[in-house]
């Protein structure tokens, strides 16, 4: 079966320090790979999508940047965060298929004071 | 452009009865898949059911089941013998079938509240 891991769970950071993120899938090759961000109250949005190592979309032009430097390993990252960076960040995977039904894992809380 | 409505922000049902959830789309194409994702106070967000916009057949899971109604683009989900674990958000979620287009679209989301 497929398992997906986010970590940390829970950061708190300054405002204009660094950000990485990390999420790891197991038990599949290849997936596609996304991360999204999530404010108090509000719907998901779609930051960064990949369909393969190296290969990066973005959605939302931002403070925000993500990498792929393994098959199973997408990362998101940032230089010098912003209080609006604040929210709750979930990975998520699906097959390379036309369905691509997305899974997701247990997200990040990141606080930004 | 492609929407998903949500209308009802926050529902509540008691324990052991049924409780729908609406959710309205609006899209030019004809291909199409539909989700329904729950978040529970954990706040990981796990796939529910879906449906496939080709398929006529009502899509069906355990106690989770939906009324497609292609034409008047209506996707609800029912939830039946509801249980205190069902307490959450629910979304609901658009993606199209064609391109390389790799969204989901999202609905803000239902606060299902169930009551003992």
């Known amino acids: 079966s497929q398992t997906i891991h986010q970590w940390p769970a829970t950061l708190v950071q300054p405002v204009g320090s660094p950000l990485s993120l990390e999420c790891t899938v197991e038990?599949?090759?290849?997936?596609?790979l996304y991360w999204y961000r999530q404010a108090a109250g509000r719907g998901l949005q779609l930051l960064f999508y990949?369909?393969?190592?190296?290969?990066i979309s973005s959605e939302v032009p931002q403070n925000l940047s993500a990498s792929r430097p393994q098959d199973r390993q997408f990362i998101l990252s940032s230089k010098k965060l912003l209080l609006s960076d604040s929210g709750f960040y979930l990975c998520?995977?699906?097959?390379?298929?036309?369905?691509?039904?997305?899974?997701f894992g247990p997200g990040t809380r990141l606080l930004v004071l | 452009a492609q929407t998903v409505t949500q209308s009802q922000p926050e529902m509540s049902v008691q324990e052991a009865e049924t409780v729908t959830l609406s959710c309205t789309y609006d899209t030019s194409e004809s291909d199409y898949y539909l989700f329904w994702y729950k978040q529970p106070p954990s706040r990981q967000m796990i796939l529910v059911i879906r449906q496939e916009a080709y398929k006529q057949q009502n899509a069906t899971e355990n106690r989770f089941s939906v009324n497609f109604q292609k034409a008047a683009k209506s996707f609800s989900l029912k939830i039946s013998d509801s249980q205190l674990g069902d307490a959450a958000m629910y979304f609901c979620a658009l993606k199209l079938y064609a391109g390389n287009n790799r969204k989901l679209i999202w609905g803000l989301g239902t606060s299902l509240a169930v009551n003992p």
């Open positions: 038990g599949t090759s290849n997936p596609n």
């Open positions: 990949s369909v393969g190592i190296g290969q």
């Open positions: 998520a995977w699906s097959w390379t298929s036309i369905l691509e039904t997305q899974y």
